[in-house]
């Protein structure tokens, strides 16, 4: 089994098609198979290399590995020869429409209630036509000459049998005017040489799907399979894409997202499983089944990643964050297992060590209060004990409900009015730190 993705790098990498990329690689890996990445710049002017060093720090970020890797514009040459070759079978032609009279051809179709079909028009100029148009200064766009006799058929695996009539269908553009390959030829050629048994990708090609076949036909090759993935939508129903603004991945990293939070979600967003915090790639990997994906479109919500982000978190070893918490100072495994507990984003981690182990500024409502807390403070190293001994003795000499005491204490020691257990947290701080902050009153 070969699966490619194949993202175009005019742009950074969004959900979508990470989810595509997941899916795919998935699919591959639970029957051992290879995955190819394939990026496709035939577009010179709109592609760009920074995109392409994004695409590939985005694609290991998320934990998606590939085996070869090419850019189309390597293959230009190959191209041409296959482009050639359906020339002289009479599956490709050349045209010299301008884009002015394609359009009032269009529209007239329109007005007279047909569909807007390009009318192969270009089969029936003579060389000599050619000739004049060439030396008036056109330069030819080149199409591939649909078989419209018969509707392309496919077994989809996931949206089952589907059968495309291609008689209303403009034969479409493989060559523009200005030289540069179209998607289609170039994806056909590469599925046929790098023996691509199965193509995942949106729904949005299932169109492209069918030409596509038509073109391998052409070229006497093998079809492979197609899984056409329903769109992933926002909140709203507006399909998630670059030139609709689509989440990317470099904001969602930067917004601290973990990868097994986003991993997790999307390799089960549209799927019959439970959406869940998975730990590691190997996991999603061998819950993998292609048929559990509905065909029906599923809505990505980027609360219900932050939701998994701290579920994710709480399963976090402290040897496998060992390494991050190094960074940030922090070398205490007692201190991750309680505080990966109470954390939504891991820059919280940094925040609590500092409340625990730095200055901060004491928050004081009763100074009376902390007075006599400071006095009955229990001797001896911080227990999970510490905490509730220490509250009766205060409450031995000043009426005071523990909700209360808990706030004040809280705001003493920490400068917050929120956090984890505090209980736990004064073993953290420790006694002498204690002692510091309530004496700073």
Request: aromatic share 10%; proline share 3%.
């Amino acid at each position: 089994m070969l699966t490619r993705f194949a993202p175009s790098p005019t742009g950074y990498l969004h959900v979508g098609n990470i989810r595509t990329a997941l899916v795919c690689w998935m699919y591959t890996r639970s029957q051992n198979g290879k995955f190819l990445l394939r990026f496709d710049d035939t577009d010179l002017q709109r592609s760009d290399v920074k995109y392409i060093d994004s695409i590939m720090q985005d694609l290991k970020w998320v934990g998606i590995d590939w085996d070869s890797n090419f850019k189309q514009s390597e293959r230009f040459e190959r191209y041409n020869e296959v482009f050639l070759q359906l020339i002289n079978e009479g599956h490709i032609y050349a045209c010299y429409e301008t884009r002015e009279e394609l359009d009032i051809k269009r529209k007239l179709q329109l007005k007279q209630g047909l569909p807007p079909v390009y009318d192969r028009g270009a089969l029936l100029l003579t060389e000599q036509e050619k000739i004049r148009y060439e030396q008036e200064g056109r330069r030819p766009y080149f199409r591939f000459k649909l078989d419209r006799n018969e509707a392309v058929k496919w077994n989809d695996e996931i949206k089952g049998e589907i059968n495309i009539a291609t008689n209303h269908t403009s034969d479409p553009v493989v060559k523009r005017e200005d030289g540069i390959y179209t998607y289609m030829l170039p994806s056909a050629v590469d599925d046929v040489d790098f023996n691509v048994t199965h193509v995942v990708r949106g729904e949005d090609h299932v169109a492209n799907t069918a030409v596509q076949i038509q073109m391998i036909q052409a070229l006497k090759a093998k079809i492979p399979m197609f899984v056409h993935l329903p769109l992933l939508l926002r909140f709203g129903d507006s399909k998630i894409s670059k030139r609709r603004g689509g989440l990317d991945i470099k904001s969602i990293k930067e917004d601290e997202i973990e990868q097994m939070a986003l991993t997790s979600y999307l390799a089960k967003l549209g799927t019959s499983d439970p959406i869940e915090a998975y730990v590691d790639m190997q996991s999603l990997i061998d819950s993998f089944d292609i048929k559990k994906f509905s065909s029906a479109p599923a809505q990505f919500s980027l609360s219900e990643v932050y939701k998994l982000n701290s579920k994710v978190l709480q399963q976090m070893s402290f040897e496998v964050v060992k390494e991050r918490l190094n960074q940030i100072g922090v070398n205490s495994p007692e201190f991750w297992y309680f505080i990966r507990n109470n954390i939504e984003r891991f820059s919280e981690v940094a925040k609590w060590w500092q409340i625990c182990k730095s200055n901060v500024e004491p928050v004081i409502l009763d100074k009376e209060l902390i007075k006599i807390a400071l006095n009955a403070l229990p001797q001896g190293d911080c227990s999970e004990n510490t905490l509730s001994e220490w509250v009766k003795a205060i409450q031995q000499t000043v009426d005071v409900k523990a909700k209360d005491l808990f706030m004040q204490l809280r705001l003493a020691l920490t400068g917050t009015k929120t956090g984890p257990e505090l209980a736990k947290l004064l073993i953290f701080i420790g006694r002498e730190n204690i002692i510091v902050r309530l004496r700073e009153y």
